[in-house]
């Protein structure tokens, strides 16, 4: 029985992990108990700053704390990061402190809450900004091991955790294979490419198992990290399959398509399909129900893997 | 605190010249806003600000953010004063590869704690500074200046009440409230009302002083050094003048962001005593 969890839970583990740091400082905006910095804020209540709501504020303190030396780790809704944007901006990424935030309750996935509460432009904005690492993990295990990684990181850092529980793939890895920057192949296979992130991983590992029930034999890429992008992995990917498909629970327009496609274009082509929300917004619905209505769950990447393939 | 006001006075002059020559040389920037802020930003460097200018990233510093970070000319003017910089480095102001960037920038100048430019972020950076100080069990303080027209922004709001909730002792703000924003008077764009009692409303010290009079800056820098309540942000309220000390850019919106010609230049020289008429 495949263990489920959610990602926000692997954060939530990963600063404990990191207490012991006593220079790791946590921020919240009136919303630990969902992100799960709450555990932090009961271990260790003299590191951890309340901002109320106020993300704005949030950002720049945490600039403050690590222009004086402290390693903060920020974490609200991944659309509450959304409005303190520009802080992000101007005062993190552009003097690049070591501001790591934290945005839950990513994508449709999100559910039932709605629109409003389901980002799904996070990743493009941020992956615009100079300096930035733009991480959305796909499991509790990787997003715990990614957090503690950026303890040691000297620049800023973006990572989205889902609310909703996802299949484990990763329990009992060797954690030095799960690295900042580094795409994981998850399955090996050479007729065309299913480059992932975050709860679309587990569904292109489905679409994997049908399109090898027709004869299909597909490789599944873990890409945790947006920003670096892994190019040489996806380089090899378009010489050994020469059709690749993304898939993702964010606007088509602006996250790991686009990543793929800015990257296949200056290099090795290959034809490439997109999976991810058709450029509309969500509504409210269990998650499942949103991968359908979004039209991202297995039976879409299948679809996009084999049009890609005849593409070749 | 060896300087005397009359010391203070001629320091503050000299970068009002530094400040007119900077923005006449790029043909661009901020004067009104330096020269209102300028007074303060002398006497807080010169008698309050624990620091090394020979090590300019030293931790355990005092900070200083101008959270109005346009108004980079004065604070070039007076890092140049107490030895941050060179005087020859203030030639670089807006000019490509210069330590003096348009707005204040902590990757840029020696000297300088945080990258500004976009309003209503520096109180809240301010904040963060003084809540690791408090972790690392110093008595370095945040000193953050902002102008009057910033007010506006809502983040400055966020900060503000946080920085009271967390009992943030060792934070300090300047208000240059030289009532002229970029497009006008600020009384014209937005009335802000009763600003000492809004501060007070959210649980800062308050005091109130002429900006521009050497000795009351000095009590006001008292005042923000040992508040009445210790355990509380301060906030020191600064009644100034948009240009202050050139007489046509007194009061005068359009030399908010905007350089002196030549003929204007000349006279500021003179108004400020470095040329004959």
């Known amino acids: 029985m495949t263990r489920m969890a959610a990602t926000r839970d692997g954060y939530g583990q990963a600063l404990l992990d990191l207490a012991d740091n006593p220079k790791v400082v946590v921020l919240e905006a009136d919303l630990g108990k969902s992100t799960k910095s709450l555990h932090f804020r009961k271990a260790h209540p003299e590191r951890t700053v309340s901002c109320g709501i106020g993300e704005q504020n949030m950002l720049l303190v945490g600039a403050g704390m690590a222009a004086s030396g402290y390693i903060p780790f920020a974490s609200t809704f991944a659309i509450f990061t959304e409005r303190a944007f520009e802080q992000m901006r101007n005062g993190v990424a552009r003097p690049n402190l070591a501001v790591h935030l934290c945005g839950s309750h990513g994508g449709t996935h ?38 503690t990684r950026l303890a040691g990181t000297k620049s800023p850092s973006y990572m989205r955790t889902a609310r909703n529980k996802t299949p484990v793939l990763y329990d009992d890895v060797d954690p030095d294979s799960i690295q900042i920057g580094k795409g994981i192949e998850l399955k090996d296979g050479n007729d065309v490419a299913i480059i992932a992130c975050g709860v679309l991983v587990s569904e292109s590992l489905k679409a994997a198992d049908i399109l090898m029930q027709e004869g299909i034999n597909a490789s599944v890429i873990d890409m945790h990290t947006l920003k670096p992008l892994d190019g040489q992995l996806v380089d090899r990917m378009v010489e050994r399959c020469g059709a690749i498909v993304t898939a993702e629970d964010h606007n088509v327009i602006g996250g790991l398509g686009s990543a793929v496609a800015e990257h296949l274009v200056a290099n090795k082509f290959a034809p490439l399909e997109m999976v991810g929300v058709p450029d509309r917004f969500g509504e409210s619905g269990q998650a499942d129900e949103m991968l359908d209505l979004m039209k991202l769950s297995a039976k879409y990447i299948v679809e996009a893997a084999k049009k890609a393939i005849s593409r070749k | 605190m060896s300087k005397s006001i009359a010391d203070l006075e001629e320091m503050a002059r000299k970068c009002r010249v530094e400040i007119v020559k900077m923005v006449h040389r790029a043909q661009a920037g901020h004067p009104g806003g330096s020269l209102s802020e300028i007074d303060l930003i002398a006497a807080l460097y010169a008698t309050r600000m624990r620091i090394r200018p020979e090590q300019p990233d030293w931790d355990d510093r005092d900070r200083f953010i101008l959270s109005k970070g346009h108004a980079s000319p004065g604070m070039y003017a007076v890092l140049a004063e107490m030895g941050f910089i060179s005087h020859e480095d203030l030639k670089s102001y807006r000019v490509l590869g210069g330590v003096c960037q348009g707005h204040v920038d902590m990757k840029w100048c020696p000297g300088v704690d945080f990258s500004a430019g976009s309003l ?77 009692a809004k501060w007070k409303a959210f649980g800062w010290n308050v005091k109130e002083i002429d900006g521009h009079d050497m000795t009351e800056v000095m009590e006001g820098l008292d005042f923000l050094e040992a508040p009445e309540n210790c355990n509380g942000p301060s906030i020191l309220i600064a009644h100034t003048v948009k240009g202050a000390g050139i007489s046509y850019m007194e009061n005068n919106p359009s030399f908010h962001g905007a350089a002196p010609n030549d003929e204007q230049f000349h006279q500021a020289m003179v108004e400020l005593g470095e040329v004959e008429a």
């Open chain 2, 120 to 196: 209503g972020m520096g109180l809240s950076f301010g904040m963060g500074c003084a809540t690791a100080a408090r972790l690392d069990a110093s008595d370095r303080r945040a000193f953050v200046m902002i102008g009057d027209g910033e007010m506006q922004e809502g983040s400055v709001w966020e900060a503000a009440m946080a920085a009271a909730h967390h009992e943030l002792g060792n934070l300090k703000v300047i208000l240059d409230r030289n009532r002229i924003q970029n497009d006008d008077f600020c009384e014209e764009q937005m009335r802000m009302f009763d600003i000492p």
């Open chain 1, 110 to 147: 999100t559910g039932t809450d709605g629109s409003s509460a389901q980002s799904i432009e996070d990743l493009a904005v941020f992956r615009t900004l100079p300096n930035v690492t733009v991480l959305h993990p796909c499991d509790d295990v990787s997003t715990r091991i990614l957090t």
